[in-house]
Every structure is written in C-alpha cells, then in structure tokens.
C-alpha cells in the first residue's frame, strides 16, 4: 500500500505503443507492460519522483498522479494521438 502517491491510469485508453513510451520514459520504474496492456506497479507507486514526464506524454484523462499527503492530484495533459 502506498503511503505518499497513488498512481491511477486508465489501461484501456493507452495503446502498446504509448505504454512502451511510458514505461522507458519513467526514471524509477513505476510501470510494466504485459503483452499489450501497461500497469502501474503498486509497490514502485512511492519511488515516484514527479518529475511529471509522464503526464506529458498520456492523454488527458488516462492517467493521474495523486499525493496522498496533500490532498492534490495531478492529472496527463498530454494531447490525443490523431
């Protein structure tokens, strides 16, 4: 269980090929891709560093970054791919 950030993402909206970009594009290991689906590794969820790189590159609306010990999430602002 995490203590200071919670990770939400919505699996169904980030395809194989974004996933792949989050995964490589995070410094400390928060995700892992299985076949074509992208998870948030639970016990990781703290290491986070909110650096933010993430938030960039998801859509709006697929992934969040909530601290727990502020009450404050931080939401993608990434665009859609066309």
Same mark, same amino acid.
């Given at each position: ?18 996933? =792949? ?38 859509? =709006? ?15 993608? =602002? ?5």
């Amino acid at each position: 269980m995490s203590v200071f950030i919670e990770i939400a993402l919505d699996e169904n909206r980030i395809s194989p090929e974004l996933g =792949r970009q989050l995964v490589s594009i995070c410094p400390v290991n928060i995700f892992e891709q299985n076949g074509t689906r992208l998870h948030v590794i639970r016990e990781n969820q703290d290491e986070c560093t909110l650096c933010e790189l993430c938030l960039k590159l998801a859509p =709006r609306g697929t992934l969040a970054i909530r601290k727990l010990y502020k009450d404050e999430t931080l939401q993608a =602002r990434g665009t859609e791919p066309e």
